[in-house]
Antibody, heavy 120, light 107 residues
Framework: EVQLVESGGGLVQPGGSLKLSCAAS????????MHWVRQAPGKGLEWVGR??????????AYAASVKGRFTISRDDSKNTAFLQMNSLKTEDTAVYYC???????????WGQGTLVTVSS | DIQMTQSPSSLSASVGDRVTITCQAS??????LNWYQQKPGKAPELLIY???NLETGVPSRFSGGGSGTDFTFTIRSLQPEDIATYYC?????????FGGGTKVEIK
């Protein structure tokens, strides 16, 4: 059974940092590009970024709203993806989901999400 | 960036009604479009991929169509468990973008 479990969310002050984790199981993690998607309270879905596989040099890409502040990485030996968030702003407050993308570009499995609240 | 415009933003229909949601892309995205269902407090779930392909395990009352810039999502006969917000999402180019969502309620 495919599972994605996010952790690391919480309350952080503006300008602070937080690192989210996404623990994967039930599939060949090292062969799957991984994405992060967020959802601000009461709002729609926003793509945050992605990391490709080792075969694709772990290439990353980010939304303009987080580029230069957020970094996606992965540890294939631990079947875990990460989202390092720096210089956090109040508008980064959201539930953050990690999701797997298939070869035909389907986000077919999602984690349960972890809430990040940026507030003083 | 490719803008995805969904309409309506909300709708109310009766059980058994046919419900249709539209999604318009700001440029040609071929058939690179997915549809998701999200229930309150839950993660999104994939319903339709490649504009018209039903994801495994998804009831056949859900369907999708279109290509290029104009797409539709249909629930053939609305059921109480279909109460949710529905999102389209393009994957023709980065950044991946979602429509604003359509909240479906029972009348």
């Amino acid at each position: 059974e495919v599972q994605l479990v996010e952790s690391g969310g919480g309350l952080v002050q503006p300008g602070g940092s937080l690192k989210l984790s996404c623990a994967a199981s039930g599939f060949i993690f090292s062969g799957s590009p991984m994405h992060w998607v967020r959802q601000a309270p009461g709002k729609g879905l926003e793509w945050v970024g992605r990391i490709k596989t080792k075969a694709n040099n772990y290439a990353t890409a980010y939304a303009a709203s987080v580029k230069g502040r957020f970094t996606i990485s992965r540890d294939d030996s631990k079947n875990t993806a990460f989202l390092q968030m720096n210089s956090l702003k109040t508008e980064d407050t959201a539930v953050y989901y990690c999701t797997r993308i298939t070869g035909d570009f389907r986000f077919d499995f999602w984690g349960q999400g972890t809430l990040v609240t940026v507030s003083s | 960036d490719i803008q995805m415009t969904q309409s309506p933003s909300s709708l109310s229909a009766s059980v058994g009604d046919r419900v249709t949601i539209t999604c318009q892309a700001s440029q040609d995205i071929k058939n690179y479009l997915n549809w998701y269902q999200q229930k309150p407090g839950k993660a999104p779930e994939l319903l339709i991929y490649g504009a018209s392909n039903l994801e495994t395990g998804v009831p056949s009352r859900f369907s999708g169509g279109g290509s290029g810039t104009d797409f539709t999502f249909t629930i053939r006969s609305l059921q109480p468990e279909d109460i949710a917000t529905y999102y389209c999402q393009q994957y023709d180019d980065l950044p991946l973008t979602f429509g604003g969502g359509t909240k479906v309620e029972i009348k």
